[in-house]
Nanobody
Framework: QVQVVESGGGLVQAGDSLNLSCVASKRTFYNFAMGWFRQAPGKEREFVAAIHARSIMTKYADSVKGRYTISRDNAKNTAYLQMNDLRPEDTAVYYC????????????????WGQGTQVTVSS
């Protein structure tokens, strides 16, 4: 059973930073894309950022481009999401997911999902 566990969420003020981590138990972690998605209350889950299995490319939602950075350490089976200049509209539950292949950024391209970590940004 593959497990995906996010951590690093919390309550911060606008302009602050957070670094989310995601540890995955998948043995061939290095072969699969990793993605971050988020869901705000009353809204659909949306794409935030994705990184290729070997980190050769990344993709970001327009709303976070220039503020968020996705990265991964395949030796540690871990993906990260560095979030800077946080805004109240970034408030959501953030989910990490393992891709079905080495690249993808749409929800259906992801197979294993974590339980999510809450990020709350106060104004």
């Amino acid at each position: 059973q593959v497990q995906v566990v996010e951590s690093g969420g919390g309550l911060v003020q606008a302009g602050d930073s957070l670094n989310l981590s995601c540890v995955a138990s998948k043995r061939t972690f290095y072969n699969f894309a990793m993605g971050w998605f988020r869901q705000a209350p009353g809204k659909e889950r949306e794409f935030v950022a994705a990184i290729h299995a070997r980190s050769i490319m990344t993709k970001y939602a327009d709303s976070v481009k220039g503020r968020y950075t996705i990265s991964r350490d395949n030796a540690k089976n871990t993906a990260y999401l560095q979030m800077n200049d946080l805004r109240p509209e970034d408030t959501a539950v953030y989910y990490c997911a393992i891709g079905r292949t080495n690249w993808g950024f749409r929800p259906f391209e992801y197979e294993y999902w974590g339980q999510g970590t809450q990020v709350t940004v106060s104004s």
